[in-house]
């Protein structure tokens, strides 16, 4: 099908499916070009999940110790209650 007739049915398609259409897209070229951008099997797929997590940060707030911010949280309320009884 040329690309003059496939452009308008492109164009039609739900956002989601334009999405998945540019992945199909983007696999097909890599893999004709030789790679492979998807792993081939489920032991695979975990040891790249494990190894994006792995290169990631994650940042956990706890309020415990959080002194400022208790005493922050308490000079909003007292002032919040000073303006409730003026």
Not at 36 to 62: F, I
Not at 66 to 81: Q, R
Request: charged share 30%; aromatic share 4%.
């Amino acid at each position: 099908m040329p690309l003059n007739e496939l452009l308008p049915a492109v164009s039609q398609l739900s956002h989601q499916d334009k999405l998945r259409l540019i992945h199909f897209l983007l696999r097909e070229v890599a893999r004709e070009d030789g790679c492979e951008l998807e792993p081939t099997d489920e032991q695979d797929r975990e040891n790249l999940l494990l190894k994006q997590l792995a290169s990631t940060e994650a940042v956990v707030w706890s309020p415990y110790e959080a002194y400022e911010a208790a005493e922050t949280l308490s000079e909003l309320l007292k002032a919040a209650k000073q303006e409730g009884n003026a």
